[in-house]
């Protein structure tokens, strides 16, 4: 029973944390596997991209996140992805969520 009390605070507490933070893109994605969001605002210190592997999907997913903690000190537009898996000089025919240089051209084009 103590368990389950426990789990039910920890999930109203990331509802909250996840509630309160406005400045989250709604095309955020955060999954097993990966962890895509975008916090559009821009900041003084100017923009900053992440592009990581599974390493990263802990920094963007866990309170507080890198993303959230760059946009505090004043950077920003923030762009973060981290897949499972990210790599960099993959075979052209693998999935471009795998493949760095893929992300790096759609931002590129997106501005």
Known sequence: MFRLARVLVAI????????????????????????????PQAGPLGSVSFIGDSVGI???RWSPTLPDQLSQ??????????????????????PSRYNANETIRA???AG
């Open 12 to 39: 109203v507490l990331l509802a909250l944390t996840v509630a309160s933070n406005p400045t989250r893109s709604t095309a955020s994605t955060i999954s097993t596997h990966e962890v895509r969001l975008t916090l």
């Open 73 to 94: 000190r004043g950077w920003g537009p923030i762009r973060f992805d981290a897949v499972d898996g990210k790599r960099t000089g993959l075979p052209p025919n693998w």
């Open 58 to 60: 802990g920094s963007g």
């Open 107 to 109: 931002w590129r084009a």
